[in-house]
């Protein structure tokens, strides 16, 4: 949990954004007309690298957790839901505008010289008095856009989990201590979007909602923070760009009893990347005032008490996951010295290489022909068909070896497989590790056990 100053990485924003429109991970929404602020679209590596992520998020939550099922609610909910949750009333930021350049800001992002002076951070024009923003986007049901027809986009997805809380119980005879586990969209009519794919108005949210009994709900807090830290550590993040943050009493929500945020050191400084929060009884109890429902819990187990469980909230942004992972495996190397200068390039050669943890790389394993003809592209295709049922592959035979190689570390490939003539002669290929850029002779038989044998072994050199 070191507390760094000061960023010292070598990636920067306008290096993770070019990257990542070059290699097809994050592509600007709607682009051809001009690009949709705060939206983005996933590409091909994207996609793959964010369902990686969810899918670890996934498993670490309710495959290794006997407590914790899982959960997809709809995104349109009854609009009273909003009321109970408190985000009609509450969800809103300060909002100032400029009147001179038109620039938009949240009034506690301004410099408390320029709030005072209603000074313009931007262009010294005059600013206009705070007045409060809501930020949840409306829409309308039904043919009338009337009044009645009125829905919102959720802004969270933890009321999804909320308001179903009863029927899992039932449905599935869950017992307090338990989990509720959901990976959806959630949409948030933001004021300013900045850095990237790190504050959107369209994003995803991994959230896991434990309801446990009250009084134990201290307990249970420090235990989900311990557990969500321990969590990062398994994915091979940088551990000393993590740090924790608690939120000051007078900061916190309305309904958080406590509050930490893990907070990241993205090039842009330490900024929030998973909340873990004490939310009390507020949630149900809110739901079961606004829904005339009742919300408690019958304890079988302590002589059928009735009581109002706490709950222990842990919640991530999934895309702002995405940046994290991508900042934190973004390296430049000169690669003088490194591995075979030859094959890999000139020996004053720079290459761009994403460290991914090899269980969240968008490919897996690359298949490299050394040459298209002679038979090996198609030794290479056999090979591919092998590994694919059990890994993402790709394939490349265009341009010299060493280029493809770079292709392969910026794509954050962990694993390259060459097929050469001795390929053809004894049954061999070649094994490139990405981090290192060592290269071993491997049987073709052995291939696949050798290749979950590195994954599961896999230590990041930092």
Same mark, same amino acid.
């Given at each position: 949990?070191?507390?760094?100053?000061?960023?010292?990485?070598?990636?920067?924003?306008?290096?993770?954004?070019?990257?990542?429109?070059?290699?097809?991970?994050?592509?600007?929404?709607?682009?051809?007309?001009?690009?949709?602020?705060?939206?983005?679209?996933?590409?091909?590596?994207?996609?793959?690298?964010?369902?990686?992520?969810?899918?670890?998020?996934?498993?670490?939550?309710?495959?290794?957790?006997?407590?914790?099922?899982?959960?997809?609610?709809?995104?349109?909910?009854?609009?009273?839901?909003?009321?109970?949750?408190?985000?009609?009333?509450?969800?809103?930021?300060?909002?100032?505008?400029?009147?001179?350049?038109?620039?938009?800001?949240?009034?506690?992002?301004?410099?408390?010289?320029?709030?005072?002076?209603?000074?313009?951070?931007?262009?010294?024009?005059?600013?206009?008095?705070?007045?409060?923003?809501?930020?949840?986007?409306?829409?309308?049901?039904?043919?009338?856009?009337?009044?009645?027809?009125?829905?919102?986009?959720?802004?969270?997805?933890?009321?999804?989990?909320?308001?179903?809380?009863?029927?899992?119980?039932?449905?599935?005879?869950?017992?307090?201590?338990?989990?509720?586990?959901?990976?959806? %969209?959630?949409?948030?009519?933001?004021?300013?979007?900045?850095?990237?794919?790190?504050?959107?108005?369209?994003?995803?949210?991994?959230?896991?909602?434990?309801?446990?009994?009250?009084?134990?709900?201290?307990?249970?807090?420090?235990?989900?923070?311990?557990?969500?830290?321990?969590?990062?550590?398994?994915?091979?993040?940088?551990?000393?760009?993590?740090?924790?943050?608690?939120?000051?009493?007078?900061?916190?929500?309305?309904?958080?009893?406590?509050?930490?945020?893990?907070?990241?050191?993205?090039?842009?400084?330490?900024?929030?990347?998973?909340?873990?929060?004490?939310?009390?009884?507020?949630?149900?109890?809110?739901?079961?005032?606004?829904?005339?429902?009742?919300?408690?819990?019958?304890?079988?187990?302590?002589?059928?008490?009735?009581?109002?469980?706490?709950?222990?909230?842990?919640?991530?942004?999934?895309?702002?996951?995405?940046?994290?992972?991508?900042?934190?495996?973004?390296?430049?190397?000169?690669?003088?010295?490194?591995?075979?200068?030859?094959?890999?390039?000139?020996?004053?050669?720079?290459?761009?290489?994403?460290?991914?943890?090899?269980?969240?790389?968008?490919?897996?394993?690359?298949?490299?022909?050394?040459? %298209?003809?002679?038979?090996?592209?198609?030794?290479?295709?056999?090979?591919?068909?092998?590994? %694919?049922?059990?890994?993402?592959?790709?394939?490349?035979?265009?341009?010299?070896?060493?280029?493809?190689?770079?292709?392969?570390?910026?794509?954050?490939?962990?694993?390259?497989?060459?097929?050469?003539?001795?390929?053809?002669?004894?049954?061999?290929?070649?094994?490139?590790?990405?981090?290192?850029?060592?290269?071993?002779?491997?049987?073709?038989?052995?291939?696949?056990?050798?290749?979950?044998?590195?994954?599961?072994?896999? %230590?990041?050199?930092?």
């Amino acid at each position: 949990m070191a507390e760094l100053k000061e960023y010292t990485g070598k990636a920067t924003m306008e290096k993770i954004t070019s990257l990542a429109k070059r290699r097809g991970f994050v592509f600007q929404s709607s682009e051809i007309y001009g690009g949709q602020r705060g939206a983005w679209d996933y590409g091909p590596l994207g996609i793959e690298l964010k369902n990686r992520i969810a899918g670890t998020w996934w498993k670490e939550m309710t495959q290794l957790h006997d407590d914790i099922v899982g959960l997809d609610a709809s995104i349109l909910m009854h609009p009273r839901t909003w009321e109970a949750s408190g985000h009609v009333e509450n969800f809103t930021d300060p909002l100032v505008d400029c009147k001179k350049c038109k620039s938009r800001f949240r009034d506690d992002m301004i410099p408390e010289e320029n709030m005072k002076a209603k000074k313009c951070p931007d262009c010294g024009g005059e600013l206009t008095d705070p007045r409060n923003f809501n930020l949840m986007f409306k829409t309308h049901i039904g043919a009338a856009e009337d009044t009645a027809s009125v829905l919102y986009l959720r802004p969270e997805t933890a009321q999804g989990i909320y308001v179903n809380y009863k029927n899992i119980i039932q449905s599935n005879r869950m017992k307090i201590p338990f989990g509720i586990a959901q990976v959806g %969209k959630a949409f948030r009519n933001e004021i300013v979007t900045k850095n990237f794919i790190f504050r959107t108005c369209e994003f995803e949210q991994l959230e896991m909602q434990y309801f446990v009994k009250p009084g134990e709900d201290e307990k249970w807090f420090d235990e989900w923070k311990n557990r969500r830290w321990e969590y990062y550590k398994k994915l091979g993040v940088k551990m000393d760009h993590l740090r924790w943050y608690q939120h000051p009493i007078d900061k916190r929500a309305h309904y958080a009893k406590d509050a930490y945020d893990i907070e990241y050191l993205f090039p842009m400084g330490w900024s929030e990347l998973e909340g873990v929060h004490n939310r009390s009884d507020y949630d149900l109890a809110r739901h079961a005032e606004y829904s005339g429902k009742d919300m408690q819990y019958i304890d079988q187990d302590d002589n059928n008490a009735r009581y109002t469980p706490y709950i222990i909230e842990t919640s991530a942004g999934l895309t702002r996951n995405v940046l994290m992972v991508l900042c934190d495996a973004y390296d430049e190397e000169k690669v003088a010295d490194k591995g075979d200068v030859a094959s890999e390039g000139s020996a004053d050669d720079w290459r761009t290489v994403l460290r991914f943890h090899p269980s969240l790389a968008p490919i897996t394993v690359a298949i490299l022909p050394l040459m %298209k003809k002679d038979g090996l592209a198609e030794l290479a295709q056999d090979i591919r068909t092998e590994l %694919k049922e059990d890994y993402s592959t790709d394939y490349d035979q265009a341009g010299a070896i060493g280029r493809r190689y770079r292709r392969q570390d910026e794509a954050g490939t962990p694993f390259c497989v060459t097929v050469d003539y001795q390929s053809k002669e004894d049954n061999t290929v070649t094994l490139r590790f990405r981090d290192s850029m060592e290269q071993v002779r491997v049987p073709r038989a052995e291939l696949a056990v050798r290749l979950k044998q590195e994954i599961k072994a896999y %230590k990041r050199a930092n």
